[in-house]
């Protein structure tokens, strides 16, 4: 059984991060996750490519009729990710900020 935590409280982010000792240890495979925002990706959550398949890859509320959603950079996700960092984290922002980064820079979308 995994142990659920949100991290940095995004909330459409559903991917088992366990931080230990101000680590992150990530224990789901990549390919089980939508490669922008990490949500959990199952039937009906697919997005869809521009010839109306499904994506593999990325999640409805990121990746529809080929184009993402939202349009924003790399440094927009982490403020993102990091806009609700909760005070029990015990962190600064400057780690949130390296520790969101560090994230997702392991998704496809982010690694370019």
């Known amino acids: 059984m995994a142990i659920k935590i949100v991290l940095f409280g995004l909330i459409y982010y559903n991917r088992v991060i366990v931080?230990?000792?101000r680590?992150?240890?990530m224990t789901e495979k990549l390919d089980t996750i939508c490669q922008s925002c990490a949500f959990?990706?199952?039937e009906g959550i697919y997005g869809?490519?521009?010839?109306?398949?499904?994506?593999?890859?990325?999640c409805i509320f990121?990746?529809?009729?080929?184009?993402?959603v939202e349009s924003m950079t790399f440094q927009q996700a982490i403020e993102e990710c990091i806009k609700d960092v909760s005070p029990e984290?015990?962190?600064t922002r400057e780690?949130?900020?390296e520790y969101a980064a560090?994230?997702?820079k392991t998704l496809k979308r982010w690694q370019s």
């Open 19 to 21: 931080i230990i000792d």
């Open 23 to 25: 680590s992150i240890i």
């Open 40 to 42: 959990e990706l199952s």
């Open 48 to 58: 869809t490519n521009i010839d109306g398949s499904f994506s593999s890859d990325y």
């Open 62 to 68: 990121c990746f529809q009729n080929g184009e993402f």
């Open 89 to 91: 984290l015990a962190m």
């Open 95 to 97: 780690e949130a900020i």
């Open 102 to 104: 560090k994230y997702l």
